[in-house]
């Protein structure tokens, strides 16, 4: 398994373009499983998650065509098998394609999905909404299997929890449903946003995306589409936290701001210094940063996917702060690790409390998701001597070569190969 070196009290200058988002990009290229015809797409960030998403594809003989910085999906010889575990267990989002063949084939089989360990995150969710569509399903031997043998039909569904990944899952089998579907309590996030344009481009009526009810009118089929994945808007963040931390002049290009709202309010009340111009986010060197209080919540709320990021600065800002996790039951893992390169953390149940004003120093650390193993490339960044991140293969499930991006702005990150 690779290795990140980080030599800290890194300098940062200049500017840095934000790519495609993961989390809204997976969704997408699942939705090409819809459509005989072929679905483009351009801004797909160069990461793990999305290289096996693509494997997963291809088992199931969809056509991918990589021209200049289009990425060509045809689904027309569409199979169904069952998809390779050793895929599907790397990634959550593998439950994804269920909704999307069951609309095309009628049934389905696949694995129960893997991922990152921070908490149950039963498909639950998924299931119940697409069975109010008409599916019938069956667990057994770590698969799920699923028949609609009438096909989907539109129904009224209420979602226990504004679960992103089940919003997704049942948008994307609505569309072909017969009749009228509403969602009710669906998750408002820009990534359900932006697979609502993609598949309004390929021929789907849906409305009020981005709110607590969709409503979608299915269609007969789905035709040619082009679309460009959303900038990562949790990668930006990323970014403007390693800023802040470092504090130095430094600019995100490429993302929009009011997806980032939550956070931007929040590093303003610590006493951050931030402009938005246009595109961009341009932080400043400020000149006494405090602690907080924060929960994470779905959408507008305080994102759970920036929760470790913010948990270092406040290691490290002027007194203390306090931080509630309301969506994963286990998303302290990093709490740990962060306490071996010098912070002062305990956890409660479902707090965090955090005593500021210290100072990282290196240590070998282990990364044990993918956002706790950038929490540790952020505090190595301010840390006194050098960090041994392990296990980066997190990392590298939702961050572009981190020793390139960002290292090219300063910080002295390395990977070691092994």
Do not use: W
Not at 32 to 40: F, G
Not at 130 to 147: D, H, M
Not at 355 to 374: C, H, I, P, T, Y
Request: with cysteine; hydrophobic share 40%.
């Amino acid at each position: 398994m690779d290795k990140i070196i980080i030599t800290g009290k890194s300098e940062l200058f200049g500017s840095i373009d934000v790519s495609g988002s993961k989390n809204a990009a997976l969704p997408i290229l699942a939705s090409s499983i819809l459509t005989e015809e072929d679905l483009i797409v351009s801004n797909l960030p160069l990461l793990d998650d999305i290289r096996n998403m693509k494997k997963l594809l291809l088992e199931y003989g969809v056509s991918i065509i990589k021209k200049n910085e289009q990425t060509i999906f045809n689904s027309k010889e569409l199979l169904n098998i069952e998809a390779d575990y050793d895929i599907v267990r790397k990634m959550r989002a593998s439950i994804l394609i269920l909704g999307p063949l069951l609309s095309r084939l009628k049934r389905a089989k696949i694995s129960l999905p893997g991922g990152c360990a921070i908490g149950t995150r039963p498909i639950d969710f998924h299931l119940h909404g697409l069975s109010r569509l008409g599916a019938k399903f069956t667990i057994e031997n770590g698969f799920v299997k699923a028949e609609a043998p009438n096909g989907l039909i539109g129904n009224n569904i209420n979602l226990p929890f504004p679960s992103v990944g089940a919003t997704e899952n049942i948008l994307m089998s609505a569309v072909l449903a017969k009749g009228e579907t509403i969602i009710n309590n669906a998750a408002k996030e820009p990534e359900i946003i932006d697979l609502a344009k993609c598949l309004k481009s390929m021929g789907s009526k849906i409305a009020g995306e981005g709110t607590e009810k969709i409503k979608i009118n299915g269609v007969k089929k789905l035709t040619k589409a082009y679309h460009k994945i959303m900038s990562d808007r949790i990668v930006a963040g990323t970014y403007v936290i390693a800023a802040m931390i470092l504090n130095k002049e430094f600019i995100i290009n490429n993302v929009d701001p009011s997806y980032l709202t939550s956070l931007i309010c929040l590093l303003k009340s610590m006493g951050g210094n931030i402009e938005i111009n246009g595109d961009s986010i341009i932080i400043k060197p400020s000149l006494q940063l405090k602690g907080a209080k924060i929960e994470t919540a779905p959408y507008p709320g305080f994102p759970t996917d920036l929760q470790a990021q913010v948990m270092t600065l406040m290691s490290v800002v002027n007194g203390n702060s306090e931080i509630k996790e309301n969506i994963f039951e286990n998303r302290f893992m990093h709490v740990s690790e962060l306490n071996r390169l010098g912070a002062s953390i305990k956890v409660k149940k479902d707090t965090a409390y955090i005593k500021g004003n210290r100072e990282f120093k290196g240590a070998q650390v282990m990364a044990s998701d993918l956002r706790a193993s950038v929490s540790l490339v952020l505090a190595a960044l301010s840390a006194k001597g050098k960090t041994v991140i392990n296990r980066v293969y997190h990392l590298d499930r939702g961050y572009e070569k981190i020793e390139k991006t960002l290292g090219n702005q300063g910080p002295n990150i390395k990977r070691e190969k092994k």
